[in-house]
């Protein structure tokens, strides 16, 4: 993974005992570095390469699990640092010596 349960919990503000949603956390985690992978056609050990990876996970992940049950999309302003982090990951493996 690109960022370890225990460092989303903390960026969360979760207390490290509370183990109820790790399970959700995880998959969360999963989702958020699947997601990178497919937007920007990078491999994971690419991804690992770059601390945006790691920002687009906590940033994913946080949305999601704080806005879990809500009919509301998405904050325009994560939506957009989300959509930026993509770009430029992206913009880079274009780049990028083969």
């Known amino acids: 993974m690109l960022v370890a349960l225990a460092d989303v919990k903390k960026y969360l503000r979760i207390d490290a005992d509370y183990t109820e949603e790790d399970e959700f956390i995880t998959a969360l985690i999963e989702s958020a570095e699947e997601m990178l992978k497919n937007q920007t056609g990078l491999t994971s050990i690419q991804l690992e390469s ?49």
Do not use: H, P, W
């Open 50 to 98: 770059s601390r945006l990876s790691a920002i687009y996970v906590y940033k994913y992940v946080a949305e999601l699990f704080e806005s879990r049950g809500s009919t509301e999309q998405a904050s325009l302003k994560t939506q957009n640092v989300l959509d930026n982090i993509v770009a430029q990951l992206a913009m880079c493996n274009d780049y990028r010596v083969k």
